[in-house]
Structures are given as C-alpha cells and as structure tokens.
C-alpha cells in the first residue's frame, strides 16, 4: 500500500484558502490562540508568583470546577446543535429563548451542588463557586455564539474575559503583592468571564418568554449528554484532582505546569468543536471538507507536538522559572497523550454534530473508565509520571475507537439527527 498521507496534506493545505470550514478552522484557530494565550500568561504568572503550593492549589480547583459542570458544559453543544439547525427567524428566536431559561435552570442545580462540595470539602473554598459560574457562563455563551456562527463575537468574549483575568493579576501583583493568594487568583479567573457577557451575546435585546415544551427538550437533549461530557472532562482533569489527594500539592503544582503547556496545546480541540460541529449539525454539508480539515489539523498538531517534547526542558526552565523543572518528564509523556487527544476530538465532533450521541457516550465512557483504573494503578505508585502515562495509554485506545467510527461514517451524507 502506498504511503499518500503527505501529499494528501500538502493538497488540503493548498486548498485552505477555497474551503470554507479551513477558512473558519482558521480564523477560530488564531483567536482561540491569542485567547489561550492570555490564559496561559495568567496562569506562567500565576505559577511564578505563587509557590508550587499554591499553584496547586490553583490547578485542583479549576480541576474541580471543570468536572462540576456537569449540566452546563452539555447543555453548550445541544445549544451549539439547536441553534445552528434553525434556519427561520423567528425559530431562532425561540430556540434562544428556551436555550436561557434552561440555563438558567442547569446552571442553578450546578451552583447548589457546588456549594454542598465547598461546604464538606476544606480543600475548596468560595472562590471556587466563582470560577463554577464563571465557566458555567462562558459554557453558554460559546454554545449561542457557535450555532450562531458568530466566530467574530466569539473571539471578541473569549479575549475579553483573558484579558481581564491577566490584566487584573498583573495589577494586583503591582498595586497590592501582599493580597496576592490562590483564592484571589481563583476569583480573578471567575469574574472575568461575567464582565463582558451580555453586550457580546444581544445587542438587539432578549428574546422572548421560553416555551415549556422547548425548555424541556433542551434540558432533556442536554441531560443526555452528561456521560460524553461528564467523561471527555473527567479525560482532561481526572489524572491533576486525583494526584491532588494522593500526591500532595507539590506535585500537583509541577503537574500543574505540565498540564498549564498542554492546554495551550489543546486550544486545536476547542477549534475542532468550534467549526466542526455546528457545519456537521447543519443540512447540505459537503462530504470530504471534514476528512480534508482532518489532515491539516493531525499533521499539523503533529509537528508541534513533536517541537515541545524536544524543547520541554529550555521551555519550562524559561517561561516558569527553574524550580519547575521537575515537570519535564510529565509534559513530554503528557504531549503523546494531547495529540492523541486531540484525534479524538476530531473524530467525535463529527459524530455529535450529526445527533450521534450514543456513539459518543460510548467511546467517551469507556476511555474515561480506562483512565480511572489506569490512575488507580500507576499515580499511588509512581506520582505524576504515572499520572502522565494513564493520560497517555487513555487517549491512545480513544484515538483508535473514536477512529473506527469516524470510518463507519465517513460515506454516508451529512445531514442534522436528532440525539439517539
């Protein structure tokens, strides 16, 4: 068999500029960069003026707050899936209608259910509601905005709310150095993304009132994709909480590095989501444009994957000083398992978009599944580098399922599904 996955590349690649998701794949992929770049100089300048302590601290609660969304972070790809399919007027309207009110709903049982966490556990504290709503909030706006195909507003909130965070830590750390504290980081991170919500999402004004029968279609729809999301988070954040309690807080902090680099490697999956799914969800998509945006994204991804696992060392060492070196070991491990990751986004964006829930909560769960007994069996005995490999083996048997069924797919028409 011949070797053809090059050329294919280099032949997607010359034709970016005629195509209109790679177009899109583009134009989300820089803002989402400049985006995460903000975030990742909150948390390099988070991670040098705390102690590893304190950026473990850090780390665990945004750790946390991400596995808490259980309802919110669902609830944005039903509404990515529902807006983008309503092709009237005035059914947009009464999708964005019944879309707030069941946020409204979900994101309240989401803050009820963290405080009762915050109450029990003397780990957390209030500021860990803060960065709850804060990213239950940031959840709907990326879902309303994707349907809505408003890239450029997207981008707009996304760098809004960065923005604040680092210009409001930078601020602190030059006005008032002796306020500066993990919960204070942690508010900081929450806030920002309220501030500039509502002029991004209606300038036209709110919608109006939400019918019962839409209202419950949504929260239904998003109910049933609590196991794809509850697990693709649990994939990201599962390895950092659970060395948090069996590692101690030094390592998460070192760990806490590792997965700071990778997450601003894994901006590509957030501009997989972004493009992939809302043009999946919607009629009359073309075939092959998502098999053709696939080879640019993987080979791409590849090569920088492959550039921070040779530099892991000069890069830790110089964006967040020496005393993290310790980090090195994970990251590269770490690095196999993003781009691996990152295969898997792609392939499941595709399948959700077109309503194939079940597929999704079932490569999604079991994944999640080996990931649990994977970190159950290396973390208590090997620390973070164990963390690292569980992540690493996990993402690798996704990437092959979330394969096998992007293959079972690939020749069929595009079309919108209802959730199976």
């Not at 007994?373 to 992540?391: C, E």
């Amino acid at each position: 068999m011949r070797f053809v996955w090059p050329r294919a590349l280099l032949r997607s690649t010359a034709g970016a500029l005629d195509n209109e998701v790679l177009r899109r794949l583009g134009l989300v992929f820089v803002a989402n960069t400049l985006a995460r770049g903000l975030a990742f100089g909150f948390f390099v300048l988070a991670a040098r003026w705390l102690d590893p302590q304190a950026y473990g601290a850090v780390r665990s609660a945004l750790s946390w707050a991400a596995l808490l969304c259980v309802f919110t972070a669902p609830f944005s790809l039903v509404w990515t899936r529902t807006i983008a399919a309503a092709e009237e007027p005035g059914e947009l309207r009464r999708q964005t209608s019944a879309g707030l009110a069941a946020f409204a709903i979900l994101l309240g049982a989401t803050l009820a259910a963290g405080a009762i966490w915050v109450a029990a556990d003397r780990q957390l504290g209030p500021s860990s509601l803060a960065v709850l709503a804060g990213l239950g909030v940031l959840y709907a706006a990326e879902g309303y905005l994707k349907g809505r195909m408003a890239f450029g507003r997207l981008a707009a909130y996304l760098l809004a709310g960065n923005l604040l965070q680092l210009a409001a830590l930078a601020a602190l750390r030059w006005l008032r150095p002796d306020l500066l504290s993990a919960d204070v980081a942690l508010w900081l991170y929450g806030l920002a993304y309220l501030l500039p919500l509502l002029p991004l999402l209606w300038p036209a004004g709110l919608p109006p009132a939400p019918g019962p029968a839409d209202v419950g279609r949504v929260l239904r729809d998003s109910l049933g994709l609590v196991v794809v999301n509850s697990a693709n988070t649990l994939i990201v954040n599962l390895d950092l909480l659970l060395l948090g309690y069996l590692g101690g807080a030094a390592q998460v902090g070192y760990y806490g590095v590792a997965k700071t680099v990778l997450g601003l490697f894994l901006v590509l999956s957030q501009t997989i989501f972004t493009v992939i799914m809302p043009i999946s969800a919607r009629r009359g998509g073309r075939p092959g444009v998502a098999r053709q945006a696939a080879l640019v994204i993987l080979g791409g991804s590849l090569l920088i994957a492959l550039g921070v696992i040779a530099l892991a060392g000069p890069l830790v060492g110089l964006v967040f000083t020496e005393r993290y070196l310790p980090a090195v070991p994970a990251l590269r491990v770490l690095m196999i398992g993003g781009w691996c990751y990152l295969a898997l986004t792609l392939f499941m964006a595709h399948g959700l978009g077109r309503g194939r829930d079940r597929a999704g909560r079932a490569v999604y769960g079991a994944v999640c599944a080996l990931l649990a007994v994977l970190l159950a069996a290396l973390t208590p005995t090997y620390g973070m580098i164990g963390s690292a490999w569980a992540f690493t083996a996990a993402c690798a048997v996704g990437c092959l399922l979330g394969g096998l069924d992007w293959y079972r797919e690939r020749g069929r028409r595009a079309q919108p599904a209802p959730a199976d």
